[in-house]
């Protein structure tokens, strides 16, 4: 990461009314037309110009991750969704979930709270692969290199998706 | 037990969309004619194919992917116990909460784990008091302390 995006990162980003309406017009997705920010200028009738301006300071921020595609795993044929949670020792887990993320089957990593007695995982690692068995692999790759670090894990797979609907800012 | 959607079918052309343009889209004024000079296809079949991709469900959405926390919201993962017989009910009422973005369905003791996404960080608690109170059960509230980078690719 470069100087000026550490430092654009480090400051709360405001957004006026004009980005928040920018907003609300994209979080469904951006139009599929040649010029679409020429397509939103109209709607929010501002210049196509500073509609991109606008854009490229909210990536600039990290207000926008970036703007592409989302995958649906399940239709690429991503079938198993196993979210794998770890009890690892707190001292370590900065540096285990480093590692852990930079596998490339490991979609998101954090650490979360435990909280006891039920739910004793503060590592969570969600993998993708083309069936049970293909996570299962990934998941005794992690464990057999963890060692001892990882006291218990368990991996929750997914059978169905109740909802997905993502962020939504009301207009 | 429905099941997640199925694979769809994708082509060569349809497998290089899907995993280059998961890096990004510039910001400029023929974004899809520069995407689609790089993919060697015209502007007006990549356009074409998103708009399939998208109908068949094989990408969830196309666009800037906001980023919940840096627009001043707060995001949590939740978690709940829920008794098999009233499973469909209580993902009716949990479901019914504009503010959970998404919710699965996991095999475990802890069957139901969805995302809460608000615009004001006071929000969150608010929400979990309201989903225990409608729902008689309990809600554990897990938020991120970290986030490790990954990569975030799939090879379609």
Redesign the interface.
């Known amino acids: 990461m470069n100087t000026a995006r550490a430092l654009a990162l480090e400051t709360?980003?405001t957004?006026d009314a004009t980005d928040r309406r920018l907003?609300v017009e994209?979080?469904?997705?951006?139009p599929?037309?040649?010029?679409?920010?020429?397509a939103l200028a109209e709607r929010l009738g501002i210049t196509?110009e500073d509609v991109?301006a606008r854009?490229?300071r909210?990536?600039e921020?990290?207000?926008?991750?970036?703007?592409?595609?989302?995958?649906?795993?399940?239709?690429?044929?991503?079938?198993a969704?196993g979210?794998s949670v770890w009890d690892v020792p707190d001292p370590c887990?900065?540096e285990i979930?480093?590692w852990?993320?930079?596998l490339?089957f490991?979609?998101?990593?954090?650490?979360?709270?435990r909280?006891l007695p039920?739910?004793p995982y503060n590592l969570?690692a969600m993998l993708?692969g083309r069936s049970r068995e293909e996570v299962e692999e990934h998941v005794q790759m992690i464990a057999r290199i963890l060692g001892q670090y990882a006291r218990a894990h368990?991996v929750?797979?997914?059978?169905?998706?109740?909802?997905?609907?993502?962020?939504?800012?009301?207009g | 037990?429905?099941?997640?959607?199925?694979?769809?079918a994708?082509d060569a052309t349809d497998r290089r969309?899907?995993n280059a343009?998961?890096?990004?889209?510039p910001?400029?004024?023929?974004?899809?004619?520069e995407a689609a000079t790089n993919l060697g296809i015209s502007?007006d079949e990549l356009?074409r194919r998103?708009?399939r991709?998208?109908a068949?469900?094989?990408?969830?959405?196309?666009?800037?992917?906001?980023?919940?926390e840096?627009?001043?919201?707060a995001?949590t993962?939740a978690?709940m116990?829920v008794p098999e017989a009233d499973f469909e009910h209580v993902?009716a009422i949990?479901?019914g909460f504009?503010e959970?973005?998404?919710?699965?369905?996991?095999?475990?003791a802890?069957n139901?784990?969805?995302v809460l996404?608000t615009?004001h960080p006071g929000r969150i608690n608010e929400v979990i008091g309201d989903i225990e109170r409608a729902t008689g059960l309990k809600v554990?509230n897990?938020?991120?302390?970290?986030?490790?980078?990954?990569?975030?690719?799939?090879e379609?």
């Open positions: 709360p980003a957004l907003i994209t979080q469904g997705g951006l599929l037309v040649p010029r679409p920010y020429h196509p991109m854009m490229r909210m990536l921020h990290g207000i926008v991750r970036r703007i592409g595609a989302v995958p649906n795993h399940y239709a690429l044929g991503y079938a969704n979210m887990v900065l979930g480093e852990v993320g930079s490339d490991v979609s998101h990593c954090y650490q979360r709270p909280i039920a739910w969570f993708h368990t929750l797979y997914s059978t169905r998706i109740l909802k997905k609907t993502g962020l939504r800012l009301n | 037990m429905p099941r997640p959607a199925e694979a769809v994708l969309i899907v343009l998961q890096g990004g889209l910001v400029c004024e023929r974004p899809y004619a502007e356009i998103l708009e991709l998208l068949d469900g094989a990408l969830t959405r196309f666009g800037p992917m906001y980023h919940a840096r627009l001043g919201g995001l993962l978690a116990q993902t949990v479901n504009s959970v973005a998404h919710n699965y369905r996991r095999e475990h802890f139901m784990w969805f996404a615009e554990y897990l938020p991120k302390i970290e986030e490790f980078y990954v990569g975030l690719r799939f379609a």
